[in-house]
């Protein structure tokens, strides 16, 4: 069974359709691409898969279980997180603050407990904060645990997105461009860790990127989508020679 | 454990102590009769003011929603606490048992407000907050004071009428006055003083710092940071918002019964706007998020124009020059950015906006 499958799956905006009929089979434990051009709507797929938007059309399973209609929270608990294209940190707060907020479920004393330091509070802010230096260190970045989010450079905002992402213990992890903003040798390092999240965390992977480098790199099978619909699907390297591909992403008219 | 939570801790503890020593040295001044008698007349609003202060500074500092009519809040407290007291007088006749009854009861009746308050409008994305309790608090002023509510042997009077108060026939020997249109409550026991109020504080700021320290002040904030990357981490931003503005609540109601039990008679006009709004200045001046700064801005804010009386017209120069230099310290861009938040183009803006996420 594919831990996700989208079946003509589709969402109209007024009179355009920014995804259309898109059909996706993801097996667990993949590393799995969604890649083209500005504006063919990979990020609006993102926003389908966790309830940001609601679908116009066809429907999506997870793990067999249909959730096309369920609220961001709810879909969150199921076992799918994100990061965003645009970085949506919490500024104001702490880097490893930002990671125990991803721990927010997990965590389970009650707000009684909390307030008077009593019960389960002591051992399991001790546990997570653990849990979260852990989380910070597979990204190099357990040095800056202590500083504020928002003063982070680019790159390594874009890395808590992901350890935030994965605190909340997902079982499906959508990246929306991860290596946006970084030079090649930050997105070589990006993809070692990539890969390593996906064999050591028991996650299955599916990533939005413009770095055919990346792509090709990590990905095992990728899906093209071109103004809203599917363009290509199948094996990468298959796929990235497609003429097809080649002719949408370089522009038709040369 | 490690440095940071240490580093937590302290702060936390200077804020205790700096607390502490401010009630020591009232107490010390009051008790070798150093200080005057309207100074010891101040300590009592000073610590209602600090309740109402750190308590909005929950709603507008940590879970980033304005809230414009902490005062109705106040209000119901202060109203249902009185009530009460004045109940109970001749059946708990132990003050300092009947009066910590009459705090928590006022409290949770403000506390039922905030929540009945806060189903409709912390669902919404944007400042409806803000104009729902600018209506909550006018209603409730103007509620109590058009309100009568009077016993008798022949039973409970209640009208919103004062004609129909008047052209009632009481039976004028077991008549008793409980709220009396504009001029409200008369006869609350005047249970309040500084140690009580100084218990209070302490509590509430003690479980507020613990609060925002814990996995539910996390998700206050992060639902004040960015509402839909919250909500992506599995955050019920709603109930985040909704638990903040409850306890907050909680607390300005508590803050109403001590005020209340210090006042010969409690009328609803004292609870308006103004004074909404001087406590979210308060809240602004101070800084808001660290709850030491936002005491201090209410100590020195609040006793200021008092201590300046002598000053006659200069006073007011002085407290304006005060609030002016209070600005200028304060962190600027946030101070900025909540300017830019309590715009009307920026109110405007925030209606309109559809909510698109990239
Ligand atoms: N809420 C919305 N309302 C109207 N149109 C929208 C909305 N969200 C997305 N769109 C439109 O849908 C299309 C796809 O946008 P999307 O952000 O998914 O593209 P993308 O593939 O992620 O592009 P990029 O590579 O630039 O990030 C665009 O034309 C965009 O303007
Ligand atoms: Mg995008």
Same mark, same amino acid.
């Given at each position: ?37 500005? !504006?063919? !709507? ?15 059309? =066809? ?16 879909? +969150? ?13 919490? =500024? ?62 680019? !790159? ?10 994965? $605190? ?14 970084? *030079? ?18 028991? #996650? ?21 989508? *071109? ?28 | ?18 607390l502490i020593l401010i009630f020591v040295i009232s107490q010390l001044l ?38 414009? =009519?902490?005062? !109705? ?32 009861? =006022? ?34 002023? +103007? ?17 919103? *009428? ?6 009632? $026939?009481?039976?004028? %020997? ?24 100084f ?120 407290? %304006? ?5 209070? #600005?200028?310290?304060?962190? *600027? ?26």
């Amino acid at each position: 069974m594919p831990i996700l499958e989208t079946k003509d799956l589709g969402i109209q905006f007024g009179g355009l359709k920014a995804v259309d009929g898109l059909y996706i089979k993801i097996e667990k434990g993949q590393l799995y691409g969604l890649i083209g051009p500005n !504006g063919a !709507g990979k990020t609006t797929v993102f926003n389908l898969l966790t309830g940001v938007y609601q679908p116009t059309s =066809g429907s999506f399973y997870f793990d067999g279980e249909q959730i096309s209609n369920s609220s961001p929270v709810s879909i +969150n608990k199921k076992g799918i997180a994100r990061t965003f294209q645009n970085i949506r940190l919490f =500024g104001d707060m702490s880097v490893i603050d930002n990671v125990k907020v991803g721990f927010h479920n997990s965590y389970k004393y009650s707000m009684l407990e909390g307030v008077l330091r009593v019960g389960r509070y002591r051992k399991q802010e001790k546990e997570y904060h653990d849990k979260a230096m852990e989380l910070l260190k597979v990204f190099g970045m357990e040095n800056e645990a202590k500083l504020l989010a928002s003063n982070l450079p680019y !790159g390594k905002q874009r890395k808590l997105e992901i350890a935030r992402a994965m $605190a909340t213990n997902p079982k499906l992890l959508l990246l929306d461009e991860p290596a946006a903003g970084m *030079n090649p040798n930050e997105t070589a390092e990006l993809m070692e860790t990539i890969r390593f999240v996906r064999d050591n965390f028991d #996650m299955t992977i599916l990533l939005i990127e413009h770095d055919m480098k990346l792509v090709s790199g990590i990905c095992e099978e990728v899906t093209v989508l *071109n103004f809203g619909t599917v363009l290509a699907q199948g094996k990468t390297e298959t796929v990235l020679n497609d003429p097809k591909v080649i002719t949408a992403y370089i522009g038709e008219d040369d | 454990m490690s440095k940071k939570i240490k580093s937590r801790n302290l702060d936390k503890y200077i804020t205790y102590s700096f607390l502490i020593l401010i009630f020591v040295i009232s107490q010390l001044l009051v008790m070798t009769g150093v200080a005057s008698n309207k100074f010891e007349g101040l300590l009592v609003p000073i610590s209602v003011y600090v309740l109402l202060a750190v308590s909005l500074n929950l709603v507008v500092g940590f879970s980033g929603e304005l809230s414009l =009519g902490h005062a !109705g809040f106040m209000c119901v407290g202060a109203y249902a606490g009185s009530l009460f007291s004045l109940l109970m007088q001749n059946v708990i006749t132990v003050w300092w048992l009947r009066f910590p009854m009459a705090i928590i009861i =006022g409290g949770l009746v403000a506390a039922v407000a905030g929540f009945l308050i806060g189903i409709p409008v912390l669902r919404l994305r944007g400042d409806y907050l803000a104009i729902v309790t600018l209506a909550f608090g006018e209603i409730i002023k +103007n509620l109590f004071n058009n309100m009568y509510l009077a016993i008798d042997k022949n039973g409970v009077f209640f009208s919103m *009428n004062a004609s129909a108060y008047t052209k009632h $026939a009481f039976d004028a %020997a077991t008549k008793q006055d409980l709220i009396k249109g504009a001029q409200g409550i008369t006869g609350t026991p005047n249970d309040s003083n500084f140690v009580i109020c100084f218990i209070v504080i302490m509590i509430c700021v003690i479980a507020l710092l613990n609060l925002i320290d814990s996995k539910t002040g996390r998700s206050i904030k992060a639902a004040r940071d960015n509402r839909i990357a919250a909500e992506a981490m599995g955050i019920d931003v709603t109930k985040a918002k909704m638990t903040a503005f409850v306890i907050a609540s909680f607390i300005a109601g508590m803050a109403g019964v001590l005020y209340s039990h210090n006042l010969r008679t409690l009328v609803a006009s004292k609870f308006d706007y103004n004074l909404s709004i001087l406590v979210l200045v308060f809240v602004v001046l101070g800084g808001m998020k660290n709850m030491r700064n936002v005491i201090i801005a209410t100590i020195i804010l609040y006793a200021l124009p008092e201590a300046l009386r002598a000053l006659n017209d200069y006073r007011m120069l002085l407290y %304006a020059i005060v609030l002016i230099v209070m #600005m200028l310290l304060n962190n *600027n861009d946030k101070f900025a950015a909540f300017k830019k938040k309590l715009s009307i183009k920026a109110l405007i803006a925030r209606f309109n906006t559809k909510g698109g996420v990239k």
